[in-house]
């Protein structure tokens, strides 16, 4: 196993972490019943930053889990 493939993989999982636990900060059981905001929210701003970040962090940490798995 290549000692680089499983840093990179080490670091992008403790990003993927803290950004999950940053898009849902501040959001109840109660939402998901059909509470304040409803069901169907945009995500706007920073969130929607934050998302597409989870997004291609979670494809870069499958890419290197492949990678790992290869080599």
């Given at each position: 196993?290549?000692?680089?493939?499983?840093?990179?993989?080490?670091?992008?999982?403790?990003?993927?972490?803290?950004?999950?636990?940053?898009?849902?900060?501040?959001?109840?059981?109660?939402?998901?019943?059909?509470?304040?905001?409803?069901?169907?929210?945009?995500?706007?701003?920073?969130q929607?930053?934050?998302?597409?970040?989870?997004?291609?962090v979670?494809?870069?940490?499958?890419?290197?889990?492949?990678?790992?798995?290869?080599?």
């Amino acid at each position: 196993m290549n000692p680089i493939l499983l840093l990179s993989q080490a670091i992008a999982s403790v990003v993927l972490i803290v950004l999950i636990l940053l898009q849902q900060r501040g959001t109840a059981l109660g939402s998901a019943f059909g509470g304040e905001s409803g069901f169907y929210t945009t995500r706007r701003g920073i969130q929607k930053k934050i998302f597409w970040a989870t997004v291609v962090v979670g494809v870069i940490f499958v890419i290197l889990a492949v990678l790992n798995l290869l080599f």
